[in-house]
């Protein structure tokens, strides 16, 4: 970061070296993250399991502990060292994806699968921080969604490279390879391994000092690690209740109160029939996040007072959270469907799902975060506008996707789709930035994966696979999430509505809940 002579702020040809390395990072995020979809049918058979299990193992099991561990390693995010965190993080979830190769059981996979959603709460959090010190504001919006892009090619690289595998391997081996390994194993293996070697060149990046590129430079924290454990026992339960009573009596009692009531709601559900580790997985991480915030609310209300209790950051949290919903649903059960309804081969499906979902996917959140941030010159909240658009406009192309009976519309509405769903991404996660101070932008995008995760990914492939599962029918399973799109539209427009005034008052409302050193 340097400045003009009129002493703005613009970004060096370094900051967008870092930039194309944190894009490869979020590539290889996703492919670990993602392979599984391509692999899902092999793994069904194997497994002997059904979609809503597969939709529990790519979602759920996944998702919530990158939800829950996302946050503790965001606070770490805003007080240590940025770029070891993510090394480390790779190197974390690049080794738990390799042994998902060697898993022979649902259960093994299932615990395979936690692994690499905590090794991959490591990266956004600080992959943000990093990009909006190395970027002033105007171009904030941009640079986030040339990172998000990763998240498309990745998947996209991940369905190719993952069909091809299993495709090529058991054709090789049709009663198993060398150590007895199926394709869906191999291919584990092969996308897994090669992180663990680049997680060394993630070490070699500059760490930038934070908050110089909005003149508001932070001085090293003086203990993190201290703050990450203390965040720990805010969020990790059994240890959430000696966090609470470290507060005093009455947080005690609330949180014993939220454990009850979860724990009430997850018997009534698995009493209606519901399977035990979906729920009891997403009770654990919507107790868990109560538990944070309202240790929060106690250790750092400045922090609080612009997250949580900033209705402008939870309306766009549920925006893109209920848009998330339906884009990692789509994403996951694409695969299955062209090949379990339409015949589609593996390698296929990989090919052109993959390669049509990297392009559309990196276009239309490319192009999404331009038009954000231009709409942001008018008004503050215009990016709000890009992720209204991403929530309804693929309405009519999932709808008709996934009730075709020809491969070719169901890669052409998938397309238009995901390019258009893709809006949002780069453009929420903006809004997000701009609404905290520097120090607080690793919790602040922790809590919003929170919603991208509990909200979407721990619910949307999950929803879809047991509607399948209770129905016969994928497409049904998919059409039934549409549902949540009013919820969505109306959540956008009160974030569009409510961000012009919680920005122009943040240093204001920091400053009221006690921020003395950051403004």
Not at 207 to 234: C, D, I, M, N, W
Not at 490 to 501: S, W
Request: hydrophobic share 50%; with cysteine.
């Amino acid at each position: 970061m340097t400045t003009t002579t009129d002493g703005e702020y613009r970004a060096t040809g370094y900051a967008w070296y870092v930039l194309s390395i944190l894009f490869v990072v979020y590539i290889l995020n996703f492919i670990d993250r993602q392979v599984i979809s391509i692999l899902a049918e092999d793994i069904k058979r194997d497994l002997n399991l059904r979609d809503e299990d597969l939709g529990f193992l790519y979602g759920t099991a996944f998702g919530v502990f990158y939800a829950l561990f996302g946050i503790p390693l965001g606070r770490l995010a805003d007080s240590w060292h940025r770029v070891r965190l993510i090394s480390v993080g790779l190197a974390l979830w690049s080794t738990m994806t390799a042994l998902s190769g060697l898993s022979k059981t649902g259960g093994q996979l299932a615990a395979a699968r936690i692994g690499v959603g905590v090794g991959e709460a490591t990266a956004s959090p600080s992959a943000y921080s990093l990009i909006s010190d190395y970027f002033p504001k105007k171009l904030r919006g941009t640079a986030l969604s040339i990172y998000s892009a990763g998240i498309y090619v990745g998947a996209g690289i991940s369905l190719f490279i993952g069909g091809l595998i299993v495709q090529s391997w058991n054709a090789a081996y049709p009663n198993g390879g060398p150590f007895g390994l199926a394709g869906w194993q191999a291919a584990f293996l092969a996308v897994g391994l090669p992180g663990i070697v680049i997680s060394l060149w993630i070490a070699t990046l500059r760490e930038p000092v934070r908050g110089l590129s909005e003149g508001l430079a932070q001085p090293p924290h003086p203990a993190p690690f201290k703050a990450f454990f203390e965040e720990l026992l805010t969020i990790v339960p059994p240890f959430t209740v000696i966090g609470a009573a470290r507060l005093g009596t009455r947080t005690l009692l609330w949180n014993l109160v939220a454990a009850a009531i979860t724990a009430a709601a997850i018997a009534v559900l698995v009493t209606l029939g519901e399977p035990l580790p979906q729920w009891l997985a997403v009770g654990i991480g919507c107790y868990a996040v109560f538990s944070w915030a309202s240790a929060l609310r106690h250790r750092d209300p400045p922090t609080f007072a612009l997250i949580v209790g900033t209705p402008a950051f939870l309306c766009t949290v549920v925006a893109y959270g209920l848009n998330a919903f339906l884009s990692y649903a789509a994403g996951f059960w694409a695969a299955p469907y062209a090949m379990r309804e339409l015949g589609v081969s593996p390698a296929e499906a990989g090919l052109i799902l993959g390669g049509m979902g990297a392009v559309s996917g990196f276009l239309g959140v490319t192009v999404g975060g331009i038009l954000g941030d231009k709409l942001r010159q008018r008004n503050a909240g215009g990016r709000l506008i890009m992720v209204a658009l991403g929530a309804v406009v693929p309405v009519p192309f999932l709808a008709i996707g996934f009730t075709t009976d020809t491969p070719l519309i169901l890669y052409a509405c998938l397309f238009l789709a995901q390019f258009t769903a893709s809006w949002g991404l780069g453009n929420s996660a903006a809004t997000t930035q701009d609404l905290v101070l520097p120090r607080m932008r690793g919790a602040a995008t922790a809590t919003y994966f929170i919603g991208t995760t509990l909200l979407g990914l721990a619910l949307g492939p999950y929803l879809a696979g047991r509607v399948s599962s209770l129905t016969g029918s994928l497409s049904t399973g998919m059409l039934s999430l549409l549902v949540t799109v009013p919820i969505t539209l109306g959540a956008a427009i009160a974030a569009f509505r409510l961000v012009p005034a919680a920005e122009a008052s943040r240093e204001d409302r920091a400053r009221a809940a006690g921020e003395t050193d950051s403004t």
